[in-house]
C-alpha cells in the first residue's frame, strides 16, 4: 500500500482568518479560498497541505495532535509569531528547550531549539 500525505485538517470557527494567519506565519500559498474549508500549501504543487474547516464551537482543550517547527533562530522566531498574534500557551510543558504558543483561535504548536549550524 502507498500512502500520500495530503494535508492536516485544522477545525475552525473562522477558517479563513485561521487560514490566512497560517498563510502569514510560515510564508505559504492559498490553493482554495472556500469560506468553509481554506487550504494552504508550501507551494500550490507541493503537498502536505493545512486545510482550515469551519466547525460551530469553539477550542475548548489541549490539541490531541500539534505541529513544531525548527528555527534557525528560536527566540527570534517567537517574537515574530507573537508579533504576528499568536500567544504562549502552558501544557504543562515546564522549563524546556522548546516554546509552546498558540494561534489566534488557540490551537498550540512548538517552536523547537534552534537549527544547529553545520
Known sequence: MELEWEQT???ARDPVALGRWWQEALGWV??????????????PDR????LFARVPELKTVKNR????????????????MLGLGASRAD???GD??????ADPEGN???????RRSS
Do not use: K, T, Y
Open 65 to 80: 495532535l500539534h505541529l513544531d517547527f525548527r528555527p534557525v533562530d528560536r527566540d527570534m522566531e517567537v517574537e515574530r
Open 47 to 50: 503537498l502536505p497541505g493545512l
Open 9 to 11: 485538517n485544522v477545525d
Open 91 to 93: 501544557v504543562g510543558q
Open 108 to 114: 498550540e504548536f512548538c517552536i523547537l531549539s534552534s
Open 30 to 43: 492559498v490553493v482554495n479560498d472556500d469560506p468553509d474549508e481554506f487550504e494552504i500549501r508550501p507551494a
Open 96 to 101: 524546556q528547550s522548546w516554546v509552546v504558543l
